[in-house]
């Protein structure tokens, strides 16, 4: 019913700006990524892999992206353990308040990503709250270095921003459960435990696979809490980008870095894709 | 216990996830309390317990001459980011929604793609692409980041509304004279008004709070949550905590004034739906 004119007005804008704008510059960072840069800091146009022989061959670039890996993936565990329970007792078990405490969690997503990382450090610190306020209750005699600029203050973070990510899709999977279901297992005998496990659990992988995916794809990228809270121990492949663009200065060998994460991140979404899909029922 | 729970045993389980909901709500607040608390307290950022309740550091804080120049900035590339995301969000959504194209599904994804993208890489790519272009960096290479990455905001919020509306509608306005033009603002757009409202508002909060991106697209001019940074790095002081106060109050009520439009255009569908994986 709508006329080619009509259609061809509303689809040209976008598909022209996401041409320009998205789809162009992911291909610029795939062409940097083969270019190279002169010992006068020039950019040099030759193709060639070195950039992608040194990812592979230089050590720091592999143990980086394997620490990389390894927080994100204690961050995806910790957000969705965390927060599936919080899920189940508001699908099943809330009448009273339920959209109060849904609101609740959702409140801090929206508290600034850098206000809650820098909060942390001020609570983390070697004269921050959680130390000072150990001495006080003399559990501890001298403040704990550990706490600060460490993997874990990292962790610690990124668990926090992002278990909030993890719920809401768990949480509107458990409410997309036909509640007679529920009826049904209890009907034919299924203790509440049973039916926690054999119905709840299957039925709201969909959920889960969406929040896991979130939570690792969004800290497995992040350099902002790295440098605020994870000292040398802490840094992050991204990190190794950001310094790559600035202070040493080669952009080709962080373009390509950037665009295997980006790689790597449309794996992941594809493959989530396809769990969903196939734990998906109806 | 065997695999049958008595009424005590749930009774019991229910009590356990309650106070594991209590712990975990304490975990989520705690930050943003310990940032209020101490954004009052005379002896510095850390410390405990907190004394001497003062108000010199909002006081500071409101002779910070480059603290406000930023929030002027942030004000600017919010608002642009908002017109961007709507002129573009909005025919986006009536495309997916009514034109069928080639690379119709590649599209969709491609536009969602970078809300589930570490900001780094938006923020890169677009930065080869201004260097290769010869474009300097100011706020408008800022604001082209943003309106970008949020363009899917819009679509999704008012792509999920045009599901909403019965075609019939547009067919009785069409038949009955009306050119697309008119149909258009007399049909298609009241129907759309509240989740393009709420779609403004959400990209507004979003792109004031936004750091990864702008952190690589960023001339002499700083954003706010730049500005904090820059302290950051120098050493903190609880001024940033006046300051964190302040934007943690204004996101709480524009995501009230948000969510209260969501439950005025529908009531169904949960919010936040932007976040949910590619379709």
Same mark, same amino acid.
């Given at each position: 019913?709508?006329?080619?004119?009509?259609?061809?007005?509303?689809?040209?804008?976008?598909?022209?700006?996401?041409?320009?704008?998205?789809?162009?510059?992911?291909?610029?960072?795939?062409?940097?990524?083969?270019?190279?840069?002169?010992?006068?800091?020039?950019?040099?146009?030759?193709?060639?892999?070195?950039?992608?022989?040194?990812?592979?061959?230089?050590?720091?670039?592999?143990?980086?992206?394997?620490?990389?890996?390894?927080?994100?993936?204690?961050?995806?565990?910790?957000?969705?353990?965390?927060?599936?329970?919080?899920?189940?007792?508001?699908?099943?078990?809330?009448?009273?308040?339920?959209?109060?405490?849904?609101?609740?969690?959702?409140?801090?997503?929206?508290?600034?990503?850098?206000?809650?990382?820098?909060?942390?450090?001020?609570?983390?610190?070697?004269?921050?709250?959680?130390?000072?306020?150990?001495?006080?209750?003399?559990?501890?005699?001298?403040?704990?270095?550990?706490?600060?600029?460490?993997?874990?203050?990292?962790?610690?973070?990124?668990?926090?921003?992002?278990?909030?990510?993890?719920?809401?899709?768990?949480?509107?999977?458990?409410?997309?459960?036909?509640?007679?279901?529920?009826?049904?297992?209890?009907?034919?005998?299924?203790?509440?435990?049973?039916?926690?496990?054999?119905?709840?659990?299957?039925?709201?992988?969909?959920?889960?696979?969406?929040?896991?995916?979130?939570?690792?794809?969004?800290?497995?990228?992040?350099?902002?809490?790295?440098?605020?809270?994870?000292?040398?121990?802490?840094?992050?492949?991204?990190?190794?980008?950001?310094?790559?663009?600035?202070?040493?200065?080669?952009?080709?060998?962080?373009?390509?870095?950037?665009?295997?994460?980006?790689?790597?991140?449309?794996?992941?979404?594809?493959?989530?894709?396809?769990?969903?899909?196939?734990?998906?029922?109806? | 216990?065997?695999?049958?729970?008595?009424?005590?045993?749930?009774?019991?389980?229910?009590?356990?996830?309650?106070?594991?909901?209590?712990?975990?709500?304490?975990?989520?607040?705690?930050?943003?309390?310990?940032?209020?608390?101490?954004?009052?307290?005379?002896?510095?950022?850390?410390?405990?317990?907190?004394?001497?309740?003062?108000?010199?550091?909002?006081?500071?804080?409101?002779?910070?001459?480059?603290?406000?120049?930023?929030?002027?900035?942030?004000?600017?590339?919010?608002?642009?980011?908002?017109?961007?995301? @709507?002129?573009?969000?909005?025919?986006?959504?009536?495309?997916?929604?009514?034109?069928?194209?080639?690379?119709?599904?590649?599209?969709?994804?491609?536009?969602?793609?970078?809300?589930?993208? $570490?900001?780094?890489?938006?923020?890169?790519?677009?930065?080869? @692409?201004?260097?290769?272009?010869?474009?300097?960096?100011?706020?408008?290479?800022?604001?082209?980041?943003?309106?970008?990455?949020?363009?899917?905001?819009?679509?999704?919020?008012?792509?999920?509304?045009?599901?909403?509306?019965?075609?019939?509608?547009?067919?009785?306005?069409?038949?009955?004279?009306?050119?697309?033009?008119?149909?258009?603002?007399?049909?298609?757009? $009241?129907?759309?008004?509240?989740?393009?409202?709420?779609?403004?508002?959400?990209?507004?909060?979003?792109?004031?709070?936004?750091?990864?991106?702008?952190?690589?697209?960023?001339?002499?001019?700083?954003?706010?949550?730049?500005?904090?940074?820059?302290?950051?790095?120098?050493?903190?002081?609880?001024?940033?905590?006046?300051?964190?106060?302040?934007?943690?109050?204004?996101?709480?009520?524009?995501?009230?004034?948000?969510?209260?439009?969501?439950?005025?255009?529908?009531?169904?569908?949960?919010?936040?739906?932007?976040?949910?994986?590619? $379709?």
């Amino acid at each position: 019913m709508f006329s080619r004119a009509y259609k061809t007005w509303v689809t040209l804008p976008p598909l022209v700006w996401v041409a320009a704008f998205l789809v162009l510059p992911y291909a610029l960072m795939f062409a940097y990524s083969f270019w190279s840069v002169s010992a006068a800091g020039s950019l040099r146009h030759t193709w060639n892999f070195a950039n992608y022989g040194q990812l592979l061959g230089r050590e720091v670039y592999r143990q980086t992206l394997l620490r990389s890996a390894w927080i994100a993936a204690r961050v995806m565990l910790f957000a969705v353990l965390l927060s599936y329970p919080l899920a189940y007792l508001l699908s099943f078990h809330t009448r009273k308040g339920k959209d109060l405490l849904y609101q609740l969690v959702i409140i801090p997503l929206w508290v600034s990503y850098l206000v809650r990382a820098y909060a942390w450090k001020t609570i983390l610190g070697t004269d921050g709250v959680l130390n000072t306020s150990l001495q006080y209750l003399h559990i501890t005699t001298h403040p704990l270095h550990f706490l600060l600029y460490s993997p874990f203050a990292v962790v610690l973070t990124l668990t926090h921003i992002y278990t909030p990510f993890a719920f809401l899709p768990v949480y509107a999977a458990m409410e997309h459960i036909p509640r007679n279901l529920i009826e049904a297992s209890h009907d034919l005998g299924a203790s509440a435990l049973q039916t926690f496990w054999r119905v709840i659990v299957p039925l709201s992988m969909p959920g889960v696979v969406a929040g896991a995916t979130f939570a690792f794809v969004l800290s497995f990228g992040d350099f902002l809490a790295p440098l605020l809270l994870g000292g040398p121990s802490g840094v992050m492949i991204s990190n190794i980008v950001v310094s790559l663009f600035g202070a040493a200065y080669n952009w080709p060998l962080g373009a390509a870095i950037s665009f295997c994460m980006l790689a790597l991140v449309i794996a992941l979404l594809w493959l989530s894709e396809r769990l969903e899909k196939r734990w998906a029922w109806s | 216990m065997g695999l049958v729970m008595t009424q005590n045993d749930w009774n019991r389980g229910r009590i356990a996830l309650a106070v594991y909901a209590a712990l975990l709500f304490a975990f989520l607040y705690l930050p943003v309390l310990v940032l209020v608390v101490y954004s009052c307290n005379g002896q510095g950022v850390g410390g405990f317990p907190p004394h001497n309740f003062t108000l010199r550091w909002y006081s500071l804080l409101f002779q910070d001459d480059a603290i406000w120049r930023s929030v002027g900035n942030s004000i600017v590339v919010a608002l642009a980011s908002v017109l961007i995301g @709507l002129a573009l969000g909005i025919p986006a959504a009536l495309a997916l929604d009514r034109a069928s194209f080639p690379g119709k599904r590649a599209f969709r994804r491609l536009v969602l793609l970078p809300l589930v993208l $570490p900001g780094i890489i938006t923020g890169l790519s677009l930065l080869m @692409l201004f260097r290769e272009a010869d474009v300097k960096l100011s706020l408008a290479t800022v604001i082209l980041g943003h309106g970008t990455a949020l363009i899917s905001v819009a679509t999704t919020e008012v792509y999920a509304s045009l599901q909403r509306l019965e075609r019939v509608q547009e067919e009785a306005s069409l038949d009955l004279g009306a050119n697309y033009w008119q149909t258009f603002w007399r049909i298609t757009f $009241p129907h759309m008004r509240l989740s393009i409202i709420a779609a403004a508002l959400l990209i507004f909060t979003l792109s004031i709070d936004e750091i990864a991106v702008s952190f690589f697209l960023i001339g002499r001019e700083n954003t706010l949550p730049l500005e904090i940074w820059g302290r950051l790095r120098r050493g903190i002081t609880p001024e940033i905590n006046a300051i964190s106060t302040i934007i943690f109050v204004f996101s709480l009520l524009t995501i009230l004034a948000w969510y209260r439009l969501r439950i005025r255009g529908k009531g169904e569908t949960e919010p936040f739906q932007a976040a949910e994986p590619l $379709p």
